[in-house]
């Protein structure tokens, strides 16, 4: 099964930009892992990309879907940033939000941590959306707001879960492997992509764009638009 990807990363007007992800593919196999870091003197930064690099560099060792295993690559990951946080105490306010996709054969499993979102389309519709670990999706699941108001909610920047954390950080898992089909597509993004796009105006770039880069860069310029506007 062919693989096409594409990334884009834009520090949004700041100076730093906290956001890393990467891939690594192996033949039947791949993972895909975007993260968002949180917290000053360059904290989220470094978090971020040890998230990425930890997660990714657990696959490589172990590519099993089984739960106890995914669990344990962002379990990792905390470790690492735990680690970092004793080893460098200005950085022990750093704290990162990740999401990651990982592929084996035909099957497909995912994990998230915080707001970072993956969003699973088949058929040119949204099959599957994640559920972020924030104060407004538990007013949401209350039937306080709508979805759609999570978008600029004045505390929507609060969260519940990260990596890095004090306590347990509860990775969730999306449901059981996932068997894929010719023309399935992810989107895996940070906060600063969702709040700006639309998930009707994901679809709607999807069934106009005949690959990844396309698609992406389709959406790009929707973000631009609308948070220039």
Request: aromatic share 6%.
């Amino acid at each position: 099964m062919e693989i096409d990807t594409a990334y884009l990363s834009d520090p949004g007007g700041r100076e730093i930009n906290q956001d890393d992800g990467g891939s690594v593919e192996n033949g039947e196999t791949g993972a895909w892992v975007i993260a968002d870091g949180l917290g000053g003197h360059k904290g989220g930064e470094v978090a971020s990309t040890l998230a990425v690099e930890t997660v990714l560099d657990a696959f490589r060792a172990n590519p099993d879907l089984d739960a106890d295993v995914i669990e344990s690559h962002v379990e990792d990951a905390h470790e690492t940033i735990l680690q970092e946080q004793e080893e460098t105490p200005e950085r022990s306010s750093m704290r990162t939000t990740i999401v990651a996709l990982f592929r084996n054969g035909t099957n497909a499993r995912w994990v998230h941590v915080g707001d970072a979102r993956l969003y699973h389309f088949r058929k040119g519709g949204i099959q599957f959306q994640t559920k972020d670990h924030s104060v407004p999706q538990t007013m949401v699941a209350a039937g306080e707001i709508s979805p759609d108001e999570i978008r600029f909610h004045e505390d929507r920047s609060r969260l519940l879960r990260a990596v890095g954390q004090e306590g347990e950080i509860r990775p969730e898992l999306g449901p059981e492997s996932v068997s894929l089909r010719s023309g399935d597509a992810f989107l895996l993004c940070t906060d600063g992509f969702w709040e700006y796009v639309t998930e009707t105006q994901m679809e709607v770039a999807l069934a106009q764009s005949s690959g990844a880069d396309e698609w992406l860069g389709r959406m790009e310029r929707m973000l631009h638009r609308r948070a220039e506007g």
